[in-house]
């Protein structure tokens, strides 16, 4: 068959009315660089965006609270091989802070993302997550914090902590262990994913886009695996090397292949929360704004105090490292209102997971 545009057309139309596509019909359109049909893509994507969720653009106060890490990801800059890092933990009252200064900025779900480090033992989280919710019941607490036992996960859900970020990175176990020291294993990753959705955490799974060794059937699992394991939330940016890990001298994922997969996961998973990422904003100066038009409707500002974001360099050449709060929720304001959209202040839950009161 002529691969014009009214092909890619037709396997746009038929993954929006059916939520699937054949694996070489995936591929196809991953490959795909009609600009004509890449634009038709985002097109339906942001549709199907705007008939769930209308224009809006939901806020996550991002916090990021710790750069110590027992791991060793190779893609990683706070690995813990990586001596060049100088390492810092917020105190929970600098954590309570940053809440209480998001709050006042009208944020309305704090992302407690760190390494994995164990001076957070169940205990702490279990105090933090307690104190922020009793002093903000109109937010949610989302967690991203890597990999604990069920009875942790357990315990931080009883505290209140309501989402749960744990990018499954990819879902083919070889790739995964291209990726990954030996110490951890895809199953595991995989069996956290499952006992976070047990606990009735909103979960978001994702990958990066790019990584070393990944390949189109790879990215085909991925998205086989968002269509079984249907996640509330999908994170997906593009891999950006950073100088101080093995993978330094890898090329950095696509911008475009990042692009498409955001539309095709919001043409699989309609309600999806699905945020324009800070990896896509550094790939891409104008990265974010594509990811909303793209079919993505949640941003991420930074409210870690100035002095540690420096220190929480996942990449090279992370966005958004010396602004202030408020002027990072400025800035995004502005850049979602400029392509049409509107940040709101809600706590923006998944559409089907709204509490009814
Ligand atoms: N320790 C937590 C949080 C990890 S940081 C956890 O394990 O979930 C959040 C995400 O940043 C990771 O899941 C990974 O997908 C992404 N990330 C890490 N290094 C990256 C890189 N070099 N380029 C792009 N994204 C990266």
Do not use: W
């Amino acid at each position: 068959m002529n691969k014009d545009f009214t092909y890619y057309k037709e396997l746009t139309d038929k993954l929006e009315s059916t939520g699937d596509l054949t694996d070489a019909e995936f591929e196809e359109l991953l490959t795909m660089d009609d600009p004509a049909a890449c634009e038709y893509l985002a097109e339906r994507a942001r549709y199907v965006r705007e008939k769930v969720y209308g224009k809006a653009v939901y806020l996550r106060g991002l916090i990021e609270f710790t750069n110590y890490c027992k791991n060793n990801c190779y893609y990683c800059g706070i690995r813990c091989g990586n001596k060049n890092v100088e390492r810092y933990r917020l105190s929970e009252e600098q954590i309570i802070s940053a809440c209480d200064m998001g709050y006042e900025l009208g944020f309305r779900t704090f992302v407690l993302q760190g390494g994995e480090d164990m001076f957070f033992t169940d205990e702490v989280m279990v105090r933090l997550i307690k104190t922020i919710k009793g002093k903000h019941p109109d937010c949610a607490v989302t967690l991203s914090i890597g990999e604990r036992d069920k009875e942790s996960y357990r315990k931080m859900r009883e505290a209140g902590a309501d989402r749960y970020l744990l990018r499954h990175e990819t879902a083919d176990k070889e790739h995964y262990e291209f990726i990954h020291p030996k110490e951890l294993s895809f199953e595991h990753r995989m069996q956290c994913l499952r006992d976070l959705k047990d606990l009735g955490y909103q979960v978001g799974c994702g990958m990066m886009i790019g990584s070393p060794g990944q390949k189109i059937e790879h990215l085909i699992k991925d998205l086989r695996f968002l269509q079984e394991f249907q996640p509330e939330m999908v994170g997906v940016g593009p891999f950006i090397p950073h100088h101080d890990t093995p993978f330094r001298d890898e090329k950095a994922g696509s911008v475009d292949i990042t692009l498409k997969i955001l539309s095709i996961v919001r043409l699989i998973l309609p309600e999806v929360l699905l945020p324009a990422t800070t990896a896509l904003g550094t790939a891409d100066a104008k990265g974010r704004e594509k990811g909303i038009l793209a079919g993505a409707n949640v941003v991420m500002p930074n409210l870690s105090p100035t002095d540690v974001r420096e220190k929480y360099l996942l990449y090279d050449n992370k966005i958004c490292t010396g602004d202030e709060a408020a002027e990072c929720i400025r800035c995004m304001s502005l850049r979602v209102s400029k392509v049409g959209y509107e940040v709101v202040q809600s706590r923006g839950d998944h559409i089907n997971t709204i509490p009814s009161c």
